[in-house]
């Protein structure tokens, strides 16, 4: 009569344990459980992201040019703090590279659109020109990818696709985030944003 009872809990467990694998994530924040063991189309969307702005915005746009070749090298915007980082072999041949800064959000157009790497290529960007500044990190960061062309950066953004990102805080209190780093492995419009 045990066993029958300790068989029966056993399976009411790995039935519970089966439909919760099956629910989606909270992606804003993946350690919070669902309401309930199905996803509704808010637990798919993932979440509402908006554009970091500059601290204070630029001038204009600003583009920076420079040919990396297949043994790799760096560009850099020292006015907003960004630089990439092009290992050896990701490129296969010269390739001219453009980075045009927006001038209100931490957004840039990467050229050429399209252009696929060999090798993950890496994204740094210092947060101390941005509107976090020297701030507690109210909500996550998210490096995403958005469409190049016609997207109002001012409101809540259609993220293409979100990358895997990494905020690096002070050492000391208070901890306030300094910088942003992903890797990429092709060229179109990226931004940061938080939700």
């Known amino acids: 009569m ?5 068989f029966r809990s056993f399976g009411s467990l790995v039935g519970a344990l089966l439909i919760a694998s099956c629910a989606a994530p909270d992606l804003a ?10 996803p509704t189309a808010a637990d798919l969307s993932g979440p509402s992201l908006r ?22 090298g760096t560009i850099s915007i020292p006015q907003t ?21 927006d001038a209100r959000y931490v957004a840039y157009k990467m050229e050429p659109a399209g ?8 994204v740094t960007q210092a947060l101390s020109a ?5 701030l507690p990190l109210g909500s996550s960061l998210y490096a995403a990818y958005i469409a190049d062309d016609g997207v ?17 805080f002070s050492l000391l209190p208070p901890l ?11 060229f179109s419009r990226y931004i940061l944003a938080s939700g």
């Open 130 to 134: 941005t509107s976090l500044s020297s």
């Open 29 to 38: 924040n993946p350690t919070a459980p669902l309401a309930s063991g199905i």
């Open 2 to 6: 045990l066993r029958l009872r300790l």
């Open 152 to 168: 109002d950066l001012s409101g809540i953004l259609p993220v293409l696709e979100i990358l895997p990102s990494n905020t690096v």
């Open 51 to 72: 554009a970091v702005s500059w601290k204070e915005p630029l001038a204009g746009p600003v583009v920076v040019s420079k040919t990396i070749n297949e043994f790799g």
């Open 115 to 122: 252009t696929q790497f060999g090798k993950d290529v890496r």
């Open 81 to 101: 703090g960004l630089t990439i980082d092009f290992p050896a072999g990701a490129v296969s041949s010269a390739v001219t590279v453009t980075v045009t800064a």
């Open 176 to 186: 306030v985030p300094q910088v942003e780093v992903w890797s990429i492995r092709h």
